[in-house]
């Protein structure tokens, strides 16, 4: 397999004001960097989905992808299909492909954890391998194969945006984590504020 990295970062950021999350500070630099680096330790290239503040994320990563309009306000998943699609362009073709996601906000999820959902999408390259702790599924900490897009395509079509209900649709591969900890995200703006 050949994996992309994909930091989500194109929400709203209801829960802390209207505020880009992604580039709010946790411990003196912008979130998104906690996983950029978590990501970029393990593959390349690493892209963000992102909706606004294009300019800043530019200077993070080459390549910042925007939802599709069709897909505008739809969450994480519409994101997602962005990233899929972008992988098919590549000029190294799409076969074996796939699109290791996380989102923007969990700072304490770094290479290791990268790397165990890697190994596990490994062994189910066809199906969608979600990080699961005792707290249940951790669904934006995700390995998404190229070959899915389609199908997530007719998903968001149809008005479902749900990460779980999708992956089960087509292959549901959950990998197990000791630890609950690492995908504990900043949702309110107290949260940047303290150690993770």
């Known amino acids: 397999m050949r994996f992309t990295g994909m930091i989500l970062s194109g929400g709203e950021g209801r829960r ?10 946790w411990q003196g630099e912008p979130v998104i960097c906690q996983s950029l680096r978590g990501l970029k330790s393990c593959l390349e290239p690493v892209v963000i989905s992102a909706n606004r503040s294009m300019a800043h994320y530019r200077q993070l990563a080459a390549v910042v992808l925007p939802d599709a309009p069709e897909f505008a306000g739809m969450g994480p998943m519409a994101g997602v299909l962005s990233g899929l699609r972008w992988l098919e362009q590549q000029p190294d073709g799409a076969a074996g492909a796939a699109l290791v996601v996380c989102p923007c906000d969990t700072p304490g999820f770094g290479a290791a954890h990268v790397r165990t959902l890697m190994a596990a999408a490994r062994q189910a390259p066809d199906r969608v391998t979600v990080a699961r702790t005792a707290d249940g599924f951790q669904p934006l900490h995700a390995v998404f194969p190229v070959s899915a897009a389609e199908s997530l395509e007719a998903f968001l079509h149809a008005g479902q945006r749900k990460v779980i209900t999708f992956a089960s649709q087509i292959g549901l591969q959950p990998v197990d984590f000791p630890e609950s900890s690492p995908f504990r995200n900043c949702n309110r703006p107290e949260d940047f504020s303290q150690a993770p």
């Open 16 to 25: 802390v004001g209207g505020a880009d999350k992604g580039l709010m500070l």
